[in-house]
């Protein structure tokens, strides 16, 4: 309903400047430029974050290192034995 109003506002705008009203010419920029916006923000709302989902933090990637030198000493102590 909100996006049929807008709609409805903007197509009498539209009306306005066509037939030469300056006011109305600036109002219908400033809503283009905010329906502009509006779509931008969209869309980087919409792009996904893997990025920074699949980096570990410091803590994580210790833990990560102290499990593989604590498995590469067992196999090694295993070889010696």
Do not use: F
């Amino acid at each position: 309903a909100q996006d049929q109003r807008e709609a409805r506002r903007l197509m009498r705008v539209w009306d306005m400047a066509e037939s030469g009203n300056v006011g109305a010419e600036r109002v219908l920029a400033q809503l283009i430029d905010r329906q502009e916006r509006m779509e931008i923000e969209r869309r980087l709302s919409e792009k996904p974050k893997a990025a920074s989902a699949d980096k570990l933090g410091k803590k994580q990637v210790d833990t990560l290192r102290a499990r593989d030198a604590e498995a590469d000493l067992m196999a090694e102590l295993d070889q010696e034995a």
